[in-house]
């Protein structure tokens, strides 16, 4: 029983009144601990009396004094974040040179140099520093030409950065970087005339395309066609005189002539669609011969 008690008697003392102590010593103004990237700004009667930014456990009464005591009850704490925050203005308003309606997305990076400022000069210090980068974006980027527009982001970032920082230190801010990340027409019949005049090229790029290679098909076709003609042409010019020459070899020799006219003439027979009727020799022609033509019905017999 005496290890049981005192192990409830630990886990009480542990888990509930060392927080508790140590609870109260904070709020009777003891110490106070400090995060990373934050800064705490005591403030007593409307004045200021210090700032802690170093993070870690801070006793009071060494940095304030008495007033370490009287904070609590009398005075106020106000904890302010160090660390980087960053936002994005989407499509400001601009004209170009030409008269062209764009809008200019805006991201920058801000974060606060100096918490007394930030508290005590401005209101709303991070509405002011939008409005402060919206209104310089519009007026340093108005009127430029079209082609800046789409091309110097570099530049224009830069140019609103060095515009807003000097204003920005006055509200307790320090601006980091400025990027120009997006520019665009904000005229919806002007992005429609845009992409027809874009799809017009386009289609006339393709046609052009197209008719020139028909061309170049047309020209190489053209020629070879024509070499083709003159090839035939000058071959059946040659043909004549081949022949004559084969035929006057031929000639010198009437054997050889007479066979190749038989066979030539057979030839043609062959080729021919008439129906022919071969009677053997010694046959009596002046039976077979009308049977074979009543039988074919043609008039044709050898």
């Given amino acids: 029983m005496s290890v049981l008690f005192t192990a409830i008697l630990t886990f009480t003392v542990c888990w509930m009144l060392v927080p508790m102590f140590f609870g109260a010593v904070r709020l009777l103004g003891i110490y106070t601990t400090v995060e990373e990237r934050e800064c705490k700004v005591y403030v007593l009667f409307g004045d200021v009396v210090g700032q802690i930014n170093e993070p870690g456990l801070h006793f009071l009464f060494p940095r304030f004094g008495a007033k370490s005591f009287l904070l609590p009850v009398f005075g106020q704490v106000y904890s302010v974040d160090l660390r980087l925050d960053q936002r994005y203005l989407r499509s400001q308003p601009v004209n170009s040179e030409e008269g062209a309606p764009m809008g200019i997305g805006v991201w920058y990076e801000m974060w606060i140099d100096n918490p007394l400022s930030f508290l005590f000069k401005n209101n709303d210090p991070q509405g002011s520093l939008a409005a402060n980068v919206s209104n310089t974006t519009i007026r340093a980027l108005s009127n430029l030409k079209l082609s800046r527009m789409l091309e110097n982001r570099h530049e224009m970032s830069h140019l609103v950065r060095e515009e807003v920082t000097p204003q920005s230190k006055e509200w307790g801010y320090r601006l980091g970087s400025v990027?120009?990340?997006?520019?665009?027409?904000?005229?919806?019949?002007?992005?429609?005339?845009?992409?027809?005049?874009?799809?017009?090229?386009?289609?006339?790029?393709?046609?052009?395309?197209?008719?020139?290679?028909?061309?170049?098909?047309?020209?190489?076709?053209?020629?070879?066609?024509?070499?083709?003609?003159?090839?035939?042409?000058?071959?059946?010019?040659?043909?004549?005189?081949?022949?004559?020459?084969?035929?006057?070899?031929?000639?010198?020799?009437?054997?050889?002539?007479?066979?190749?006219?038989?066979?030539?003439?057979?030839?043609?027979?062959?080729?021919?669609?008439?129906?022919?009727?071969?009677?053997?020799?010694?046959?009596?022609?002046?039976?077979?011969?009308?049977?074979?033509?009543?039988?074919?019905?043609?008039?044709?017999?050898?």
Avoid at 218 to 230: D, T
């Fill in 179 to 302: 990027y120009i990340r997006k520019v665009h027409f904000r005229d919806a019949e002007m992005i429609h005339q845009i992409e027809s005049k874009v799809v017009n090229r386009l289609r006339q790029v393709t046609a052009a395309i197209k008719q020139d290679g028909e061309n170049q098909v047309n020209l190489i076709s053209s020629a070879a066609e024509r070499q083709a003609a003159a090839a035939f042409a000058q071959a059946a010019a040659v043909r004549p005189l081949v022949v004559g020459q084969a035929l006057q070899e031929i000639s010198s020799d009437p054997e050889i002539m007479d066979s190749l006219f038989q066979v030539l003439e057979n030839q043609k027979i062959l080729e021919g669609k008439a129906l022919l009727s071969l009677i053997p020799a010694g046959s009596r022609t002046d039976m077979i011969a009308p049977l074979t033509l009543q039988t074919a019905g043609l008039s044709t017999g050898v």
